[in-house]
């Protein structure tokens, strides 16, 4: 098991080598020692995720130092260090994110159903954690198909945007949001001007005559959703 455990942290050496520059490998050294000095238990934290957090603020090493400490901060507000299952019950009993296949370059699919999210009681506090598994970047397909008014939670919406954009930044490598219906355009409006510009640029409408085609410039048929004509069925994110 040992042995085990220093060949992938050998192999995941090696992938952080290949896919980062020299200075951010500099840097990523000296963020790790700023904040392991202010919070010991960032020695828990691999580099992709420090990587991930230099990216998101253009490797300046004072605000990503900011960023990542508020970070350990939010993290240690949950009981085992991260967020469990029975802490999103609610909302992975609604069935509205899935997870299967992978994109042309590797990042995994997620599928979030717009129709089957509706406010809990919580006040969104469960939607905002839901986030898909692991530290590398994913590919998101929001379907919005059938979305009315009481899907309309703006409130969890800019919830769960503020816990990707502070807490998982640089996780998000592309969102397409297809079936958008024009009472969801309203709600865009109020939502878009908090997406950072870095975000902006990964979301894409996709033309509803053109869903298919537009997936299978980013995704291979194999890997496509079967409810967007492709071979896969969607895999409930529990199930994972």
Same mark, same amino acid.
């Given at each position: 098991?040992?042995?085990? *455990?220093? =060949? =992938?942290?050998?192999?995941? +050496? ?7 520059? /020299? ?9 790790? %020692?700023?904040? +392991? =000095? ?26 990503? #130092?900011?960023?990542?400490? !508020? ?8 009981? *085992? ?11 992975? %009993? /609604? ?14 699919? %997620? ?9 809990? !009681?919580?006040?969104?506090? +469960? ?9 590398? !970047? ?21 919830? %769960? &945007? ?9 996780? &998000? ?23 950072? @510009? ?10 509803? #005559?053109?869903?298919?085609? =537009? ?7 194999? @890997?496509?959703? +079967? ?14």
């Amino acid at each position: 098991m040992e042995a085990m *455990n220093v =060949t =992938t942290r050998v192999r995941e +050496e090696v992938r952080l080598e290949d896919d980062s520059t /020299q200075t951010e490998l500099q840097k990523i050294r000296l963020l790790r %020692a700023m904040v +392991e =000095t202010r919070d010991p238990s960032a020695k828990e934290e691999d580099d992709f995720t420090i990587r991930r957090f230099l990216r998101a603020r253009d490797l300046d090493l004072e605000k990503a #130092s900011t960023m990542f400490l !508020k970070y350990l901060k939010w993290r240690h507000s949950f009981p *085992n260090g991260s967020v469990s299952v029975s802490e999103v019950r609610n909302e992975l %009993a /609604q069935e509205k994110v899935f997870m299967q296949g992978k994109d042309k370059i590797g990042r995994p699919i %997620a599928v979030v159903v717009g129709r089957k999210h509706f406010q809990n !009681k919580d006040g969104g506090d +469960e939607f905002k954690r839901v986030i898909p598994p692991g530290q590398e !970047k994913f590919a998101a397909i929001a379907e919005l198909k059938g979305w009315g008014y009481s899907n309309s939670d703006v409130r969890g919406y800019l919830g %769960a &945007l503020s816990v990707l954009q502070d807490y998982y930044p640089e996780r &998000l490598g592309k969102l397409f949001i297809v079936n958008a219906p024009y009472i969801f355009m309203k709600v865009w409006q109020i939502i878009y001007p908090f997406i950072d @510009n870095k975000t902006k640029k990964k979301i894409v409408f996709v033309d509803k #005559s053109k869903v298919k085609s =537009t997936l299978l410039e980013d995704i291979d048929e194999s @890997n496509i959703p +079967e409810i967007f004509g492709g071979p896969l069925p969607l895999v409930r994110l529990q199930d994972i």
